[in-house]
């Protein structure tokens, strides 16, 4: 039957497809979240891996103060990596997002909002503000994770301020009563004035602080004979350094070391007692002028000596020489003054030496019951009117300002005090297994047991175990969970029985711990409840609350608890570096105090957001980049694909020059799967799939490239190697496919016949590699990949959504490995970037404009020649030329080059393929077109007429 006549344009194969070029991502993603919350998508997946091996990554608890931020952004993101890279290579991964809602920052924020009117109110009216001022942010930054593309249980949060968790905190609390862990003594304790709380070590940062530095002599009292006989009768002095003048008032003795050198230096005037090693320093600070050393002894003899103090009355104070091995010799005199209210060493030095420890700085940081000059005064505006006091007096012998590290809240960045009060300890040397292994000893056995990444956080967090102190777990403030043990008025203790906790554990899991405010004692044990200890029926309830990072690190054991098969330990744990010393560091202790184990197997730390100078983000610079801002200007994906694209255990730049970079380059990868979908619009798999071995050689070669890159991405997937994950994908997409394959397919794609089997060949490979692709780049792109899904031809039992379809395996995706297919393209290809640079010499020289107006002769070494010769027939398609003449080159080299010569292709171009070919003009029917051309022409013409 003869061929309809056809119009050449219309048999051209050209890609067509909906799916758009352009992203709108700002526009589209909003819609995309709504339908994921319309499906339900968080438990649609769960119900996919229902039955599959269970690996759970416990979320750190953001705090709920504030919208999101870049860091916390890149956290939730690279969280969002793991579960759902989990989720696709086979793993039942649940991700159940929670929030750090109790702490100071909430409470103060209220505290501001309610102003005077807060003294008027009881404690549970307080903690409701506080609940609501909480409830506010986590509703927000919840929207604006989900706006990111984050999945989890976001309807069903666990919360820090709920019944169950409260109920959790108390029975984590309890554990470590039941071992006789916890403690209420004095002690002096971090402070912070501004917020009226004691401070863990974890609460504590180092910045640089401005002290006054001050010289003050201390006039002996006792006998100076009994030192050495030439300070017999003597005006002799001791000399002590401090930065911290408001703590004078507090000042009980003078600690000398033991087994130092002291020598006594006369000047003029007065002999003053100093340390050897810092006898010239400290004369030349003091202006001594001419002195003469008149003793020597070692600082033992120093020991029960007695001191004048520099400015009360001998009546009232009298210092005590004592010794301390902590006295160093790199600064000051050797002799440190000792205020055992306001410093550990000296605290412990004053319970050696029976000295009073009476703090006289109240919660606000003022002196009280002192001399006029600075009663009333907060310490560090005394500073300046107690160095007024000492020269006054004469004992003050220099005088200047120092620049220093200095320990500040991490919460409100003041300058923090030591201050001794009555606090609740958790005890590091307590008995943790019944077997005398101590809590410190069980944090250290763990940390080995633990994989840390990177390895580093090992040292890191086993450092701080090992030299940490008693953990201070009390707080004075409202906004929390209360230290819920009674006080015994009738042998005026705290009782510790299990009877008493467990009815606290059942209030709280009822309804919350606002019931201990707002119920009394009486009406939260059981009726008659007599003390265990001496019968009485009296008792008090503790109104301090329990620090926020013992609340945090209970977290696990809170979700453990309420979730059906959730092991013990979590798989994971991932937050920033600085957890090594909060919720990291609490965890672990909370998990040995309730279950002998940290509550992790493994933890990750990412690093900090940077700007371009490289200085961290923050408000206060304001050099921040809001996430949620680009979000709305550029798309949640380029979030997504920024935190993929950094190497998060470092510290990583998160500008808006690297955004733009990042969504540059997704175009680049959106472009490609648009490539792909639109040489799919009218491939059925069911029908037109062609086996591996029947596929073209070069779409072979491309599926099992495709296999070992899947590979290695599914590698660098189980390794948090995410910037690697983007790299590949990226580069597989613009170099391998886009820049290579499918430059190559493009004249079998557009010029065969549409059913032919070199197209469907073509065909079946993209569409094999775009299902591989759309899945490796969901748990990264997952907005895009939904997106693509969508487009993607369909096939039986196909799921609904792709996360939740597993990734492609690599065996299933292709054929059997095949190394000398491999190896023969591998040639082939890297003859072809020969080719290529010739060719662009060519136009460059205007012997040709495009590719396909050349005749390309390749002079080949013997080591390549017999691979080029076995695939001559597809060398011009590979090369994108007209014409290739393939010769054996008489050299030998040992690059495996090929040499290439241009000239122009002979013949005429076809007007349907643009190749140029002698054969042009012999169908008489189709006179401009080539032979391969016309060949295609009248199938397609037999076809329409038939």
């Known amino acids: 039957m003869r061929g309809v006549p056809l119009e050449l344009k219309s048999t051209i194969n050209l890609p067509k497809t909906d799916f758009p070029m352009k992203a709108n991502l700002p526009q589209n993603e909003p819609k995309m979240v709504a339908q994921w919350d319309e499906m339900g998508i968080y438990d649609r997946i769960r119900e996919a891996r229902k039955g599959l091996p269970l690996y759970v990554l416990h979320d750190g608890p953001p705090y709920a103060n504030g919208p999101i931020h870049l860091g916390t952004a890149m956290n939730k993101c690279l969280k969002d990596f793991i579960v759902k890279s989990k989720s696709m290579a086979g793993f039942d991964a649940p991700y159940i997002p929670g929030w750090d809602c109790h702490g100071l920052p909430i409470e103060i924020k209220v505290d501001k909002e309610l102003g005077g009117k807060k003294l008027q109110m009881d404690p549970s009216a307080v903690r409701n503000e506080c609940r609501k001022y ?91 004979a009994a030192i050495d006989p030439a300070l017999a009768g003597k005006p002799v002095n001791a000399i002590i350094w401090t930065t911290t003048p408001w703590t004078l008032p507090a000042s009980m003795a003078i600690a000398f070391h033991p087994d130092e050198e002291y020598v006594a230096l006369a000047t003029k005037d007065e002999i003053y007692i100093v340390a050897d090693k810092l006898a010239k320093v400290t004369a030349e600070k003091c202006e001594f002028g001419e002195y003469t050393e008149i003793a020597r002894f070692t600082g033992r003899k120093l020991e029960h000596t007695r001191f004048f103090h520099p400015f009360l009355p001998w009546e009232e104070r009298r210092v005590l020489g004592v010794l301390a091995e902590y006295v160093t010799m790199d600064q000051g005199t050797g002799a440190v003054h000792t205020a055992p209210a306001h410093g550990a060493d000296d605290f412990y030095t004053g ?22 000059e600075y009663q009333g005064e907060t310490v560090f505006k005394a500073n300046p009117k107690i160095v007024e006091l000492l020269k006054s007096r004469g004992v003050l012998l220099h005088f200047e300002k120092i620049e220093h590290s200095y320990p500040h809240c991490w919460r409100c960045h003041n300058p923090v005090i030591f201050r001794a009060t009555e606090q609740w300890f958790v005890s590091m040397e307590s008995n943790m297994d019944g077997k005398g292994t101590s809590l410190r000893q069980r944090a250290l056995e763990e940390v080995k047991r633990v994989k840390w990444d990177p390895s580093w956080g090992e040292d890191r967090i086993g ?290 016949a549409p059913n032919s089997r070199a197209r469907r060949s073509a065909q079946t490979a993209i569409w094999k590699i ?158 401009t077109v080539c032979g391969r051309c016309a060949k295609v022409l009248h199938e397609l013409g037999e076809a329409a007429g038939a």
Not at 154 to 176: D, I, K
Not at 355 to 362: K, R, Y
Not at 540 to 562: C, H, P, R, T
Not at 811 to 832: C, K, P, V, Y
Request: hydrophobic share 40%; charged share 25%; with cysteine.
């Open 463 to 752: 450092n701080m175990f090992a030299t940490r102190p008693d953990w201070c777990i009390s707080r004075q403030r409202v906004w929390g969970v209360p230290i819920a043990v009674f006080f015994c008025k009738g042998h005026n203790d705290y009782v510790n029985d299990s009877k008493f906790h467990q009815a606290v554990v059942d209030l709280f899991a009822r309804e919350g711990a606002d019931a201990w405010y707002k119920k009394s004692a009486a009406e939260i044990l059981p009726a008659e409840t007599e003390c265990p200890t001496c019968g009485s029926t009296d008792f008090e309830k503790e109104m301090d609350i329990i620090d926020v990072w013992f609340e945090s690190g209970s977290s696990y054991l809170s979700v453990q608890a309420n979730e059906t098969g959730f092991p013990w330990p979590s798989d994971l744990y991932l937050e920033g570096g600085d957890q090594h010393r909060g919720w990291f560091h609490s965890s672990m202790l909370c998990g040995i105090g309730a279950k002998n184990s940290a509550p992790y197997n493994g933890v990750v730390t990412h690093g900090w957001t940077l700007d371009d100078q490289g200085r961290a983000q923050s408000k206060s610079l304001g050099n921040t980049t809001d996430p949620v801002d680009v979000a709305k200007r550029m798309g949640g994906e380029i979030v997504r694909l920024w935190a993929s694209s950094v190497d998060f255990r470092e510290d990583v730049v998160g500008s808006e020059t690297l955004m733009q970079r990042v969504s540059e380059n997704y175009r680049k990868i959106r472009n490609t799967f648009r490539y792909i979908l639109g040489n799919l619009h009218e491939f059925d798999p069911a029908k037109h799939a062609v086996p591996f071995e029947q596929l073209e050689s070069i779409d072979r070669y491309m599926l099992l490239r495709t296999a070992e890159m899947s590979k290695e991405v599914r590698k660098w997937y189980a390794e948090f190697q995410f910037h690697k994950v983007y790299q590949l994908l990226l580069t597989f997409c613009a170099v391998d496919l886009s820049a290579v394959y499918f430059d190559v397919l493009k004249d079998r794609l557009y010029t065969q």
């Open 134 to 224: 909480a409830d506010k942010y986590l509703d927000l930054q919840r929207s604006q994770f989900k706006r990111i593309g984050v999945f989890g249980r976001w309807e069903e949060p666990y919360s820090t301020m709920t019944p169950q968790y409260e109920a959790a905190v108390v029975r984590c609390l309890y554990s470590f009563f039941d071992k006789g862990a916890v403690y209420k003594a004095l002690r002096p304790v971090y402070w912070c004035i501004h917020d009226r709380t004691a401070l863990a070590e974890a609460e504590v940062e180092y910045e640089m602080h401005t002290s006054p530095s001050v010289w003050v002599k201390y006039a002996m009292q006792s006998d100076r």
């Open 351 to 372: 319970v050696k030496y029976k000295i009073d420890q009476t703090c006289n700085v109240d919660a606000a940081g003022r002196l009280v019951k002192g001399l006029p």
């Open 770 to 927: 775009g299902e591989a692709l759309v899945r490796l780049a969901a748990p990264v792109m997952s907005f895009t990949a939904e997106e693509i899904w969508r487009y993607m031809p369909q096939v039986a039992n196909r799921a609904r959504s792709v996360h939740m379809a597993l990734f492609m395996d690599e065996a299933e995706n292709a054929g059997a490995a095949d190394a000398q297919l491999t190896s023969d393209w591998q040639t082939i290809l890297r003859s072809r970037e020969d080719v290529l640079k010739a060719l662009e010499e060519a136009r460059n020289q205007k012997l040709i404009g495009t590719g396909l107006e050349a005749k390309v002769t390749v002079d080949a070494p013997a080591t390549v020649y017999p691979v080029l010769e076995k695939y001559a027939d597809q060398l011009r398609y590979v090369y994108i030329v007209s014409a290739v003449e393939l010769k054996k080159s008489v050299e030998t080299n040992g690059t495996g080059n090929v040499k290439v010569t241009v000239e122009r292709a002979p013949g005429q171009k076809c007007e349907r393929c643009w190749n140029y070919s002698t054969r042009v003009g012999e169908d008489k029917e189709y006179p």
